[in-house]
Structures are given as C-alpha cells and as structure tokens.
C-alpha cells in the first residue's frame, strides 16, 4: 500500500494550495514515500470520485475538497487530521506506516506545576537555598569592591569632558 495525497493544481483557493504545498513538504523531509493524484487533470474523474465517496467533507461544504490523504485504500484524514498528528508526533500512526524514528518522550524532572522555573537546573533545592545564603552574607564586600572602580571611571572620564566644554566657551 502506498501513500496517496489527492490535490488539486486548479484549485484557485490560496488555502487548498497551501495546505497542500505544506502535506508535500512534510513528507518529503520526513522521507515518506507518496504518490500525487491530481484530480483537476484530464482523465482524473474516477480518482476525484473516488475521493469524494471517501474522503471528508467539511461542515458547509457541497463535496469533499482536497487535499485527502490514504493510505491505498483506506482513508486517513484531510489537512486538519495530518496537521494534528504531526504536532502530536503521531504522522506514522495516522498514515499507517511502521515508525522509522522511535517516539521522543518528554523528559520527566519529578517538578510539580508551582515549582517549574525555581530551581536551577542540575542543582538540588539544599545546594541553591545555600547560595542565595552565601549571597546575603558577604554583600558588603561585594560592594565596596564594585564601588571603587566605577568612582574610578568618572574621575578619569571628567577633564576628557571638561576640554570641549571649556574651548566651547
């Protein structure tokens, strides 16, 4: 069985056209073989037939619009369903072919919801509280360390100001 997108080349609708350019991108960076069934071309009416008897239509559509996906002939889903399994890293699943990567599991710290974002990370909760209590207790060296140098800055940047000051004068 093999991977068949129905679109249409004369379709005239910028959605269609994009979602059909984004079906044919995917899957060819994924490496997924697939066969292009063009119903709008000469010759192509059994294929659209077919598609409409077994696609999906849309609530408030007349007939079933491409892109439809199948898998031989077993119907899979329309542009809505493959961009749901693809976000949901289930686009083998729904095609109904074997997976070629193995499913990426997200990665479990043990953290409840209120504790996301407070702890460093590859630290453990003791080693930060007892950072930030080494932080408290030498900030006055810290301090007078940083305030030496920035008196510095001015006293040095002033006659360089104070030149042009003067010969504007």
Known sequence: MAIKIYISNNSGNKEI?????????????????FEVADISAPGMENERDFMRQNGKKKEGQRNVLPPQI????????????????????ELEEFLGIPRKTPKADPVKTGATENEVGKLEP??????AEGAAAAETAAPTEAASEEA???EAAPAEAAPAEAAPVEAAA
């Open 148 to 150: 030496a140098p920035a």
């Open 122 to 127: 590859g630290k453990p909760e003791e080693a």
């Open 17 to 33: 056209e994009n979602h059909q350019h984004r079906i044919i991108m995917i899957l060819k960076s994924l490496s997924i073989e």
């Open 70 to 89: 199948f898998n031989g002939e077993k119907y899979c889903g329309d542009y809505d369903d493959f961009d749901v399994a693809n976000e949901d890293d």
